[in-house]
């Protein structure tokens, strides 16, 4: 339930959904995941419940600040900052009662797909976003036995 452990969780969830081979990925890649088709994917996650104790549900936000790309070839960062992938998928964890809480059952998160390009000409360099945003920017819900579907449809 804890947030660092989350975000690797949805990332092997996506990858799942995906069929990608689990190779391993090193931690400063321009992006997360890339499907067999070769559509480059970066993973958001975030939850109703945390590990701590709490006194009302969390609210529902990302982290899409613009990155500089890591080039491991030259041992260097890009000059110019930017968003990476061409699609972003947002993970969300969202049961919100503690005592059932399953991070492992996937029919317990819904997944949002947007490409990368709408970030980029509805919010410029913003640096985080809710779930009520994305949703107002046309993100597209799925389950995880949606995903790779969706994923192909708005890539196309």
């Excluded at 689990?22 to 975030?46: A, F, Q």
């Excluded at 000059?79 to 919100?96: G, I, L, M, N, P």
Aim: negative net charge; proline residues 4%; contains cysteine.
């Amino acid at each position: 339930m804890g947030n660092a452990e989350r975000g690797i969780l949805a990332e092997y969830l996506v990858a799942c959904a995906l069929d990608i081979p689990r190779n391993v990925r090193g931690l400063w890649d321009r992006y997360d995941l890339i499907t067999p088709e070769g559509i480059t994917i970066e993973v958001k996650s975030s939850g109703y419940l945390q590990s701590w104790g709490q006194e009302h549900l969390s609210t529902i936000s990302f982290g899409i600040a613009p990155t500089k790309g890591w080039d491991d070839k030259t041992n260097t960062y890009e000059t110019e900052s930017k968003r990476q992938a061409q699609v972003y998928v947002f993970c969300v964890h969202h049961h919100q009662e503690q005592e059932t809480a399953n991070p492992l059952d996937t029919s317990q998160w819904t997944f949002y797909v947007l490409p990368t390009k709408t970030l980029d000409e509805k919010v410029g360099t913003q640096k985080h976003i809710t779930l009520s945003s994305l949703r107002k920017l046309g993100a597209v819900p799925a389950s995880f036995g949606e995903l790779h579907q969706v994923i192909r449809e708005i890539k196309s």
